[in-house]
């Protein structure tokens, strides 16, 4: 079911809530919406209850000039009151995977287990001159020229611009309020999460795409030695997109990772 729901701070999100389960939330990254999961959501609702949702600023929520990460993270816990959900497991993408780190940092009692993908805790400095780059290229030559400098590397080898795929990425980007993404990407160039890794109890899986030229599996390396119960697990052939990309082995890899926490065991992942 799709519906907006607007948080106690007066923000609005298009979210979509699907099966009966355990909580599981999935969070898209820079320029997209909750569409980005649809392989996740068809896969998962079997077993969980998946909520999807639109970032402030992003798809069909309200439009936003404030972006910064932990207010993120606060929607987040404003929409699981909401759905009266306690605790929920979180599934993040790259600009998700920082809201995702913020969240389970700040606010630990609601998330079961954290899976992040394609992600850092910040950036380094020629990924953040990058996001500033797309954020001015955003306000003067609009969405589409975003969509055309920015989709292409999202993919680990070269995807034109006819596949399925990318046409539906470079759609949500193209879709976007341009003032909003400009916020989005610059708050996202200043974020910072590190000092407050130390603070995340969940367990951790980290998958990476194998060729990720945004955030290589060295990223997650360095991510997971930061995170006190965390692996990482590689994922081969794919790129930043590894969802859309590799949505089998994904898919298989999460699922094994949140089987593990209902039974109690070790989940056995082998670091990559």
């Known amino acids: 079911m799709i519906r907006s729901i607007q948080l106690h701070s007066g923000v609005t999100l298009r979210a979509a809530v699907t099966g009966n389960g355990p909580a599981l939330v999935f969070i898209h990254g820079l320029g997209g919406n909750f569409s980005f999961w649809a392989n996740q959501a068809r896969h998962f609702s079997a077993s969980q209850r998946v909520v999807r949702y639109d970032l402030r600023g992003h798809g069909e929520s309200s439009p936003s000039l404030r972006q910064d990460t932990f207010d993120h993270a606060e929607d987040l816990v404003g929409l699981l009151d909401v759905l009266e959900i306690k605790r929920a497991s979180l599934v993040g993408l790259s ?13 630990p009692d609601r998330i079961e287990r954290l899976v992040l993908t394609g992600t850092v805790p910040t950036f380094a400095p020629p990924g953040k001159l990058r996001l500033n780059q797309l954020a001015d290229l955003a306000e003067t030559g609009g969405m589409d020229g975003v969509a055309r ?30 003032g909003s993404f400009a916020a989005a990407a610059r708050a996202l160039a200043l974020a910072d999460v590190t000092p407050f890794l130390g603070s995340i109890t969940a367990p951790t899986l980290l998958c990476y795409g194998e060729n990720d030229r945004l955030t290589p599996p060295k990223s997650g390396a360095r991510l997971a030695a930061q995170i006190a119960d965390a692996r990482l697990e590689i994922i081969p052939d794919a790129g930043h997109v590894a969802p859309v990309e590799a949505p089998a082995a994904f898919d298989a890899a999460v699922e094994t990772f949140l089987e593990c926490g209902m039974r109690n065991i070790e989940c056995g992942i082998p670091e990559s």
């Open 149 to 178: 400098a920015f989709v292409p590397g999202l993919f680990g080898s070269d995807v034109p611009e006819t596949d399925p795929r990318a046409i539906a990425i470079a759609d949500s980007f193209r879709r976007q309020d341009v």
């Open 95 to 107: 600009m998700g995977g920082l809201i995702a780190q913020a969240a389970a940092a700040r606010f």
